[in-house]
């Protein structure tokens, strides 16, 4: 049997037993790959998932993702085919270890302000309560950012009642520093709508994918520090800068390097590590500075394209190990329909990121 045919026979069947439907042709990836042709496994095969926001919290892992669901919408570059309705958490104690599956942390129903697409959250804790930061569309149709708390990582969180004020777009994440300030970076463009918000309002007639302007400095993400009870910016956002080794911006077109989405900030030996999604690239890249605002310059990738349109990380040291959380196609062939991974991550001793391959097989033909 040829590979692409059994890893179709492979998708039914695991899609049977995910119970869901997966027979959307339109945005099959091209080429499917058999099981041991990728770098690691699915975390969980029960749902799906993406997005994945983890974080190591009293000795245990815990995974915020997107919860991935098949919808009637045609797939576009807006991304209206990623018709998420609520959130479950994951945790584990650990990696390689079995994996739960929690109960619905947040359901788009009980957030008075949120319409429709709960794209991909994080989380961060602070005096024993936990906080779910998660991006939902409006009633109008913009991108707002909102939070939910609980006293239990795995939720239920109860959502404030509107979204924090001043936010806009999509892909929250939430880094606490050592001094114990927390940022939130922010941002994604085309149906992330970053490129709608230029001035910080929702221009709901701007452009649809990035400003178009790719002689000029690329979008930036956004960067707020939270307030003290982390439920509201303590400042305007804003721009997160990231040069090339010149000392310049990255450029509007730029493809392979400026930020797409899928904002993530770790800190290793003292520098702030800043990465995120290339998007129509498909890659995961980073980029390095001296303070959580930056200015942080451009060093290269952390992961060559996966199957499927997005890419979207978290980066987490566990164990005294590094460790990266990702998503891919794998069990659906869909990008709609994805499932959330891990794989450890080597830096070298000049601090750079070893770049990894999601597969352990050159491609098929
Ligand atoms: O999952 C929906 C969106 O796709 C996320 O918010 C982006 O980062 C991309 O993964």
Redesign the pocket.
Known sequence: MKRWAAGVLTITVLAAACGQQTQKSEDASPVRRAAPDYLSQPLVREIYT??PSAHVWNGKIYVYP?H?VDGPTKQDDL?SH?E?RDYRVLSMDKIGGPVRVGPVALDVKDVGWADK?M??PDAAVKNGTYYLYF?AKDRDGAFRIGVATSRNPMGPFKPQPAPIKGSYS??PAVFTDDDGSSYMYFG?IW??QLQRNVNGRFDPNGSKTDLGQDDKPALAPRVARMTGDMLEFAEPPRPVQILDEKGMPLLGGDHDRRFF??SWMHKYKGKYYFSY?TGDTHYLVYAIGESPYGPFTYKGRILEPVEGW???HSIVRWNGRWWLFY?DSQLSGQTRL?NVKVTELHYAADGTIRTINPFTSPKAP
């Open positions: 993406a997005d997107s991935d991304g990623f998420m697409q794209w991909a991006p999509i892909d994604g149906g992330g989405e899928a999604s997005t890419t979207h998503a994805r």
